[in-house]
């Protein structure tokens, strides 16, 4: 069986967790890298917005848990849990 790809595994991440769209990120911060990620969902939002984001100085995986979490906590009513996001280690 042929091993999924990046943008298979992302695909699935967004799926599990009922995303529309997810944007993945590098930002120069100083001497440092920083690892972005911005999650999309439809449906009710407390803060109106329907987008999460999140950052890591380590990893874009980190990055896009954070992101699922804020996204999980924004939902209303909180019927969503952030899914692992394994796919990503696998990916590497």
Known sequence: MAQASFE???DKVAA???LTSIAL???PVGDRILRTATVHY???ARDGIG???GSSDTSVREALARAIEK???NRTPIAY???AVPALEQAA
């Open 51 to 53: 987008c999460s984001s």
């Open 81 to 83: 849990l952030p899914c």
């Open 16 to 18: 599990d967790n009922d």
């Open 25 to 27: 990120g590098r930002m």
């Open 8 to 10: 298979e595994y992302l």
């Open 71 to 73: 996204a999980a906590e």
């Open 42 to 44: 439809a449906g009710h």
